[in-house]
Structure formats: C-alpha cells, structure tokens
Nanobody, 117 residues
C-alpha cells in the first residue's frame, strides 16, 4: 500500500511564500512523474506543475515564474515552492505520483492553502 503525505500548507498574506512537501511511503519503487494539482471551491481540479523522471518541468500559465517544482526520486518526495502568492492561488493542493513499473497513480489527501488579500 502506498501513502502520500503533504505538508506545508496554511494561511499566508498576498505576496508571501509557502513551500509544500509531499513524501511517499509504502510499495512505491520508482516514480516516473511527480506533480502538484489544486482545486479551488466550485472549480475543477487542475494541474499546477509536473516533473518527469528525466527532470523536465511544466507549469500552468497562471503560476509560471512564481512556482517551482522539485523532487527527489530516492527520497520519494516532491516539493512546490510558491512565491508571490495571490488570492487566486487559494485552493486545496494535492500531490500526485506515477509509479514507473506498475503505472499506478497515487494521490495525497490534499492540503489547504489560503492566501488573504
């Protein structure tokens, strides 16, 4: 069984920064893709940033230049550095990992990020 645990969320003022972390535990051996998604109230879940095993990173247009995804395959961990936060970034953030061999997709339970104006 695989468990993803997020941490680092909370309440921050507009213009501030937060760093989200996500660590996987259990039977996950190699991660092909690490990603962060978010879901704001009344909206669909959307991908914020993703990183492949080769290190290629992609970002949603709304966060490009402000957010940075990083990860450590050996530690089964992924991070999201969020700078210049604005109220539009308020959402529940979910980490996501794709296991290389089984092709299973795992999700964290979600963590709240609230940006006050």
């Amino acid at each position: 069984q695989v468990h993803l645990e997020e941490s680092g969320g909370g309440v921050v003022q507009a213009g501030g920064s937060l760093r989200l972390s996500c660590a996987a535990s259990g039977s996950i051996f190699s991660i092909n893709i690490m990603a962060w998604y978010r879901q704001a109230p009344g909206k669909q879940r959307e991908v914020v940033a993703s990183m492949s095993k080769s290190g290629m990173r992609t970002y949603a247009d709304s966060v490009t230049g402000r957010f940075t995804i990083s990860g450590d395959n050996d530690k089964k961990s992924v991070y999201l550095q969020m700078n210049s936060l604005n109220p539009g970034d308020t959402a529940v953030y979910y980490c996501n990992m794709h296991e290389t061999y089984s092709r299973e997709i795992y999700w964290g339970q979600g963590i709240q990020v609230t940006v006050s104006s």
